[in-house]
């Protein structure tokens, strides 16, 4: 079954800047920087009533145009000049490198079989090594490792850039996988079959070239595929439209189609299900972001699920499960939105609609994510943004929910050990001051999970205090948030202080450890502040919905809100109070920006969305028009106006000092929007930064030297605009 579970990355480390990657998508599907530029220089739709705005910057969405590139080496030269030579960012830097490539850092583990795998970046393979060994070498303080690949070699040979797009693995002997290799770190990736015996590519094996494909198994000898077949096979967000079924040995372009979506559609793809010695095919259809479709494969034709068209669907041992995102009166029952329901598949499918509910929410109460194993389900809950995770065993009289013991005022993450033969499960656990831990348990067995590994303290922070606080919005709703700062703190407003926030797609921001902040800001004496605005999944759907579409100012509002708590409180004052967020969170920072321009000291404004009047129009922009709305409907382009950054700067404002980041192959976010951002702030005459590295995608960096490059550019500008001395 598809475990939802968080990026585990961002736990083990907090190695960016920021906790804040994409607005989620869905995995890789298909544009590529090749084409980029296409249908880049048309102006924006605008309605009859409307008089068409030229935009004199859309000479900047041209991605790898000659004048675009200059422009940006021009800005990167003065903000690399100004930031390099600030006292302390030679030394933060090559700190923040040492962290990213510790040999201390937790392994990530996934269990293929009797092996542990792990993919692993350190100083000496900065692109990274897939390796493996068995769990008792694993479990060991310094394993001896099988490499299995090592991609710096694949690269250097094939004088290619390849960053780690993960890797597919046929079931149940692992020994041959799909890996996805990315160019510079682009969300396209190319796809190579891979012999895990041989510990080679397979000669004449499945590939497909660059794009932003879905490909799993199905045989040994068939993959279900959906990637750029040609013409009107992508939907308007450049995904998969087309589900095919392609035979080794056999042309792509002679793969038979099985399943077709439409070009409206958010992604298609199909795959097949090893579900407790049980196949069953799937395909599953995102019309939108928010809604889902699963067909189940009978006979010749795929069955469309019957469910509430924005419910989450999934198989487990013969069960179908339920997350719903709205509220859904079935069976004589109204189950809450945020419900995590499950029944026998075979039952469902003829009609009946008893279920039964495996998480249900209270007024502070959400459901972070699930898993299933070989006889027990997980659930990781959150009770005021803070984690429990809860075992449901299943009985004759229905199942039995058990909590494990976790610490308090954490972040939790779990995931099966090996979900078709064990009940065995990883914990990983950490909150802001306590690192991350790696902990093996048994679903079955009530003693607490056994700690394999544990990260060291990557900053010192002995006399650190966390607190939870709630703030005000402007329409009375109480909103979290976490503030950590030296205990005893002075309430004088002298305390440089960083607040993050990101606010949109139902993600959570949780008490996770982030070395790279805690070594470029609290240790220094800053104060760190996480702020759990509405359009996040703090409070499960509801705290999303209020702060879509036409009621987003709710989310801005309630940032607001925060800062200005912080400042009533005397923890800081404006010209110590600085901000910081990406891509979502990057158009959060383009909002404060422009509409409370008094409120904050300085702004770290990473890889955003900032034109939302564009936005739709750029790679994978149509995707999110579920979440921010459609600019081409004309009562929704209203909305988008009324806090599109781009459209309302405005002359004779000054802004907060800013730096702007972004990466030349995001290929799902833009750069144009900062790019353009900048233009016209220079040209409105205002004092700012701009650093776009040249490699990274979405995540903006492609490996750990450039990470450390890009966080260290952040917390310098902080430091400097807001009095944090260097050490």
């Known amino acids: 079954m598809r475990n939802l579970a968080p990026l585990l990355g961002a736990l083990l480390l907090g190695a960016c800047a920021t906790k804040t990657a994409p607005p989620p998508t869905p995995p890789p599907a298909a544009t590529t920087i090749a084409n980029e530029t296409q249908a880049k220089t048309e102006a924006p739709a605008m309605s009859k009533s409307e008089p068409k705005v030229e935009d004199p910057y859309l000479w900047l969405e041209e991605v790898l145009g000659d004048k675009p590139l200059a422009w940006v080496a021009e800005r990167n030269a003065k903000s690399k000049a100004e930031l390099e030579a600030a006292p302390g960012f030679g030394a933060l830097r090559d700190r923040l490198r040492r962290i990213y490539d510790s040999k201390e850092k937790i392994p990530v583990p996934k269990v293929l079989g009797k092996y542990v795998y792990n993919f692993w970046r350190d100083d000496k393979n900065p692109r990274g090594l897939y390796r493996r060994a068995t769990l008792d070498e694993f479990k060991k303080p310094t394993p001896k490792w099988e490499v299995v690949l090592d991609l ?42 891979f012999d895990t015996v041989e510990k080679k590519m397979v000669e004449g094996g499945f590939t497909l070239p660059e794009a932003k494909s879905e490909i799993y198994w199905k045989d040994l000898d068939t993959v279900y595929v959906g990637t750029d077949f040609g013409p009107d096979s992508l939907t308007d967000s450049g995904y998969p439209r087309i589900v095919k079924e392609w035979k080794r040995g056999t042309k792509l372009a002679d793969a038979k189609t099985l399943f077709e979506g439409q070009k409206t559609d958010m992604v298609v793809s199909g795959e097949r299900q090893f579900d407790h010695g049980k196949e069953r095919d799937l395909v599953y259809r995102r019309p939108s972001f928010f809604t889902e479709e699963l067909h189940i494969r009978n006979g010749d034709a795929y069955e469309k699920i019957d469910k509430p068209e924005d419910a989450e669907a999934s198989v487990w041992d013969g069960q179908l499960l339920l997350k719903l995102r709205s509220a859904w009166p079935t069976a004589g029952k109204t189950w809450p939105a945020g419900s995590l329901l499950i029944a026998p598949l075979a ?28 006889t027990t389900f997980v659930t990781v809950e959150l009770e005021d ?98 503030q950590i700062a030296k205990k005893n703190l002075p ?38 502040v996480v702020a759990n605005i509405r359009g996040g999944g703090e409070y499960g759907p509801a705290w999303h919905k209020a702060a879509l579409k036409e009621n987003r100012q709710r989310a801005y509002d309630d940032f607001i809100a925060i800062a200005e708590d912080l400042i009533a409180r005397k923890v800081t004052s404006t010209p110590k109070l600085g901000i910081i967020g990406g891509s979502n969170g990057g158009l959060l920072m383009g909002v404060m920006m422009t509409q409370r321009p008094d409120l904050f000291g300085a702004i770290v404004c990473q890889v955003p969305l900032l034109d939302m009047m564009r936005y739709h129009k750029l790679l994978a922009g149509a995707s999110w028009m579920d979440e921010y709305g ?98």
């Open 152 to 193: 710096d070699a694949l690269a250097k040979a094939e004088n290619e850039n390849w960053v780690w797009h993960g890797a597919d693995c046929l079931y149940p002997k692992y020994e041959r996988c799909l890996l996805h290799l990315s160019r510079g770190g682009a969300d396209a990736s190319v796809v190579r079959e």
């Open 347 to 374: 039952e469902y499918r003829a009609g009946k609609r008893e279920m039964t509910a495996l998480f249900e929410p209270k007024p502070n109460t959400s459901l972070e994510s699930y898993m299933g194993m070989k």
């Open 385 to 482: 943004v803070k984690s429990s995770v809860f075992v449901h065993t299943r009985t004759k009289n229905g199942f039995v929910r058990t909590k494990l013991e976790t610490s308090p005022m954490s972040a939790v993450s779990a995931f099966a050990y090996d979900e078709h033969d064990s009940d065995d499960y990883w914990l990983l656990e950490s909150n802001f001051t306590v690192p991350t831990t790696l902990a093996l348990g048994n679903a079955t067995k009530k003693a607490r999970a056994e700690t394999v590994k544990k990260n060291p303290a990557f900053f010192d922070a002995a006399g650190l205090d966390v607190v939870q606080r709630f703030a005000t919005s402007k329409d009375g709703t109480k909103v979290p948030y976490f």
């Open 630 to 727: 459609d600019p081409d409907k004309p009562e929704e382009r209203a909305a988008l106006a009324r806090f599109s950054p781009y459209q309302n700067l405005k002359s004779g404002t000054r802004y907060p000092r800013t730096l702007f980041t972004t990466s030349t192959r995001d290929d799902r976010v833009h750069p144009g929007h900062a790019r353009k951002m900048v233009a016209r702030l220079l040209e409105l005459g205002q004092d700012l930064l701009y650093y776009e590295n040249t490699e990274g995608g979405h995540g903006g960096a492609a490996n750990n030297e450039q990470r450390a490059y890009m966080d260290a550019l952040a917390f310098t500008f902080l430091g400097k605009q807001l009095g944090l001395l260097t050490k």
């Open 491 to 528: 309430l004088d407003g002298t305390a440089p202080t960083l607040l993050e926030g990101y606010g949109g797609f139902e993600a959570s921001m949780t008490p996770y450890y982030q070395a790279s902040t805690g070594a470029g800001w609290l240790e220094r004496g800053g104060v760190y």
